[in-house]
């Protein structure tokens, strides 16, 4: 729970309703919630990593001690191949899969910033041969790392999420293989941020290395997967034992969407290495598979999937500008605006502030209308888009809840028990993002076009963002990129310390994690 001084900044920096209502969303703490799986899932839901951190560290001493005392409750895993694609044990092993874990793992999947801590592994038949005894208590013990991990750079330390991965071991050692059939049972979350946390630490080389290996491995299991299910449909004869035509395809979506996942990571290093053919590469095997994706399992609506798609023409867009490719960001930038249009055109009329695919394309276009404008150095232009962008999402925002059309408080935008998200939450935490994002470029902007005194103009932009804070203080003060603008514009403000205590303090309330302030040598 947060100090009673952290408490106090917070009401004063807010109007009381407002701190009364966003402060609902973040109370629950350790003694509020049950000690197991579903405490995480509800700590988790209220964006209290520094508690989710302190349940999963006592969950995880919990399993270990009870996997050293009944080594076999965990000993068995699941296969992530079928059957007829695994090699033979005496054969020389691929790379291997990971595989589910025998107890109950913590689902927790509560929005879409926080990656679920724990795969469903358990479409395949179960592995031949127990675990040893110490690999079974790393098994038990997994889905609670994976849960530390996430909850380490969820509040920024990295260095800390990095000394729980290395606490284990090399996650791709033997010491995390099947004896048998050599396939990886450590969760493929903990593998895919283990092989990009190196970036972190300025070895991108060594990232992109793991990245590649991971990769590989995942294009090797989508082909045998698809393999096997090609030869189920042209033979019409079931596979060994458990695995039937509908657990193939499940094991095939998995693995599609896992290399989905580590090309994007890739990405990511690419960028970062100034790769620009290979950032290139990438982008187009995303959309892609992203396209092969939605086209071969539709687990997305047709809505939701032209959604994602554009916002990943967004990202290709903002990558050529960083690149300073601009005949690809004119052409992505024509394609996103003529999707807009024609849908602006197809849909039946609606209020302006309704949450529909045509208003959140709208908005994503006009975003991209401002990072043109930047790009070709008009920032007074840029600075009034990007502002239309905000008010239109702030109305929206205003008639949902006034219209009760989110629920009462967070409430209607937790996912179910199952881990699912219904639409409409996806759709308002898309406006969220556009809203937190197109606030920042607002801000940023300003600083380029005022011929205002530097300490004046300086001062402003710390008024704005802080009126902007003082709306949806629980929603920007979890957005990163304005955390990390605060502490910039408040640096250059002067008073530096105590502006950023108050920071850390709104952060305590709101994000449960004052430590999460951002610091400014790593920004600069």
Known sequence: ?????????????????????????????????????????????????????????????HVAAKARRHPTRYATVSLTTPACATRPAHTVPEKG??????????????SPSFSPALEDCSAGVVAPSPLSTDAAVRNARLPYVLVQVTANLKMRRIVAAKKVIDELGDVEGEGFRHPVTRES????????????????FGVPMEAQKKLHALLEECLLRERQCGAALHEMSTSGSSLDGATNTECVKRLLRMWTQRVFRVQRALLHVHIHM???????????????ID?????????????????????????????????????KAREVHRAIRQTATELEASSAPTPPTALTN?????????SCDGFLAVFQGDYNEAVQLFRDVVDRCTAAKKALKTGDLIGSGSAGLTSAADGTISEHALRWWTLQEICANAQVSQVTCMAYCSDADPARLIQNLCTTMEDYAKAEPHVLCNSDP???????????????????????????????DRSSLPNLEALV
């Open 1 to 61: 729970m947060a100090s009673e001084g952290a408490v106090n900044t917070a009401k004063e920096f807010c109007r009381n309703e407002v701190y009364e209502a966003d402060v609902a969303f973040t109370r629950a703490s350790l003694a509020d919630v049950p000690a197991n799986d579903e405490g995480l899932r509800l700590l988790a839901a209220n964006g209290n990593w520094s508690e989710v951190l302190a349940l999963a560290e006592k969950l995880d001493a």
């Open 482 to 512: 304005f955390v990390e603008s605060m502490v910039r514009f408040y640096t250059l403000a002067g008073e530096r310390h105590a502006n950023l205590e108050r920071l850390s303090d709104l952060l305590e309330v709101f994000r449960c």
């Open 185 to 200: 049972f450590a969760p493929f979350s903990l593998r895919l941020i283990a092989a990009f946390l190196p970036l972190y």
């Open 274 to 288: 100034n790769q620009q053919s290979l950032a290139h590469c990438v982008v187009e095997q995303v959309l892609r």
């Open 97 to 110: 899969t990971e595989a589910g874990h025998a107890a109950s793992p913590p689902s927790i999947g509560v």
């Open 291 to 327: 396209h092969e994706w939605h086209n071969t399992f539709r687990v997305l609506s047709d809505d939701l999937y032209q959604l994602r798609h554009v916002l990943h023409l967004q990202q290709i867009f903002c990558l050529a500008l960083h690149v300073g490719d601009a005949q």
């Open 358 to 366: 045509s208003a959140l394309l709208a908005l994503v276009a006009e």
